[in-house]
């Protein structure tokens, strides 16, 4: 069974720009979350997405944006990109139903210069 | 506000030994738990879980704690392997009637199994 797929694994961007990254989920998981990861912070949760619906949201500034397709795909879009977002970002999926657990991708490794 | 609590930043543990990784946590609807390992430049691999009508839960040499009263659980890794060697996370997730489905994550113990 095929896991979960971030593309792309390492990206360079400089500081205003945009990027966006791309997420598939295990076949048959509606549910797909999305995380930031900086050193000494742990994961930070930006947003959950099931079937196509933004249930849960963290507290991240509007810069960080998301959505997900009918095929459970999601992707995650960052505006006008600062220092500060150079992170690590994990996708996870699960099927989205009570007591089962997310299963994480590879992750994005983001550097904005 | 850091809703769940990894004091330790890292741990040194022998090869054979028993390794126990601790987690405390405050919101009080919290009932599902999970502890998940990073090694570098992978995402994090969900090892074990515990829903709260439980205090106890065993997968092979790994065995997770619940003390509810505490807010506190804690996972055991008997006996530590070299191959252990990683960061672990634990997480929790509120009941969803709250209205919430997110996970919220700790920051992490660095455990280290010397051989």
């Known amino acids: 069974k095929a896991g979960v797929t971030q593309t792309p694994r390492y990206l360079i961007k400089t500081r205003g720009q945009q990027v966006t990254l791309s997420c598939s989920p295990i076949s048959g998981h509606r549910s797909v979350s999305w995380y930031q990861q900086t050193p000494g912070q742990g994961l930070q949760f930006l947003f959950e997405?099931?079937?196509?619906?933004?249930?849960n949201k963290g507290n991240f500034p509007g810069r960080f944006s998301g959505r997900q397709f009918s095929n459970s795909r999601s992707e995650m879009n960052v505006s006008t990109l600062e220092l500060g977002d150079s992170a690590l970002y994990l996708c996870?999926?699960?099927?989205?139903?009570?007591?089962?657990?997310?299963?994480f991708g590879d992750g994005t490794r983001l550097s904005i210069l | 506000d850091q809703q769940v609590k990894q004091n330790s930043p890292s741990l040194s543990v022998q090869e054979g030994r028993i390794s126990i990784l601790n987690c405390d946590y405050t919101?009080?609807?919290?009932?599902?738990f999970l502890w998940y390992k990073k090694y570098p430049a992978e995402g994090p691999t969900f090892l074990i879980s515990i829903s709260s009508i439980k205090d106890k839960n065993e997968d092979g040499r790994f065995t997770v704690f619940l003390n509810k009263s505490a807010k506190h659980l804690s996972l055991h890794i008997v006996p530590s392997q070299p191959g252990d060697s990683a960061v672990y996370f634990c997480?929790?997730?509120?009941?969803?009637?709250?209205?919430?489905?997110?996970?919220?994550f700790g920051t992490g113990t660095r455990l280290k199994v010397l051989a």
């Open positions: 996870a999926s699960s099927p989205g139903q009570f007591n089962q657990p997310q299963h």
């Open positions: 997405y099931f079937s196509e619906t933004q249930r």
């Open positions: 997480a929790a997730r509120a009941n969803p009637t709250s209205g919430t489905y997110k996970y919220i």
């Open positions: 919101n009080s609807m919290f009932d599902y």
